[in-house]
T-cell receptor, first 116, second 112 residues
Framework: DARVTQTPRHKVTEMGQEVTMRCQPI?????VFWYRQTMMQGLELLAY????????DSGMPKDRFSAEMPDATLATLKIQPSEPRDSAVYFC??????????????FGQGTRLTVV | GESVGLHLPTLSVQEGDNSIINCAYS??????FIWYKQESGKGPQFIID?????DKRQGQRVTVLLNKTVKHLSLQIAATQPGDSAVYFC???????????FGTGTKLQVIP
């Protein structure tokens, strides 16, 4: 049963600390997304990768957020330093794009981040 | 203090009735549309998709209708069940995941 795996599921941290969220996309998928969901803003696209290369990270605060794909099986989203306004649920999703035709994106269960 | 969040439109439907959830999109270049279902505490789950060269697509108990003229999308759920209670999002994209944009969502409440 192929699925996107995110760790940790929950994270509580103090303001100023570094937070790293991890995602294992579905094997064979070539596109990975990071979304943030809050009550105020809904689902926001932070960044996404195609074949491990960042395609668009315009939705991400550049001064404190960074996203990488060290290899095809791991995507990371890092916040340094974290702030209370970063509290949200962060979702990773993966999908397959072939010949410029996209297909459904599968979402992970999310990481619920609370910054106090 | 009290938090102010998105006011999600809510659709209340009697169990067994049909549900229709609507969505408007703004980007006329969008050519791929997806409906997702999100249950409490879970990630969005794919329901059905449609490409812009179609105006209707059916799945199991679900039908998506696309009207490109007015940039409108709808999701019809037949014989709504309690398990259908969730928040439903439409999402649109313009080719190859250039920019997948989600709507604000509609909360579906099924009354037993």
């Amino acid at each position: 049963d192929a699925r996107v795996t995110q760790t940790p599921r929950h994270k509580v941290t103090e303001m100023g600390q570094e937070v790293t969220m991890r995602c294992q996309p579905i094997l064979g998928h070539n596109t990975v997304f990071w979304y943030r969901q809050t009550m105020m803003q809904g689902l926001e696209l932070l960044a996404y990768f195609r074949n491990r290369a960042p395609l668009d990270d315009s939705g991400m605060p550049k001064d404190r957020f960074s996203a990488e794909m060290p290899d095809a099986t791991l995507a990371t989203l890092k916040i340094q330093p974290s702030e209370p306004r970063d509290s949200a649920v962060y979702f990773c999703a993966s999908g397959l794009v072939q010949f410029a035709l996209n297909t459904e994106a599968f979402f992970g269960q999310g990481t619920r981040l609370t910054v106090v | 203090g009290e938090s102010v969040g998105l006011h999600l439109p809510t659709l209340s439907v009697q169990e067994g009735d049909n549900s229709i959830i609507n969505c408007a999109y703004s980007n006329s270049a969008s050519d791929y549309f997806i409906w997702y279902k999100q249950e409490s505490g879970k990630g969005p789950q794919f329901i059905i998709d449609i490409r812009s060269n179609m105006d209707k697509r059916q799945g199991q108990r679900v039908t998506v209708l696309l009207n490109k003229t007015v940039k409108h999308l709808s999701l019809q759920i037949a014989a709504t069940q309690p398990g259908d209670s969730a928040v439903y999002f439409c999402a649109s994209d313009s080719g190859g995941y250039q920019k997948v944009t989600f709507g604000t969502g509609t909360k579906l409440q099924v009354i037993p």
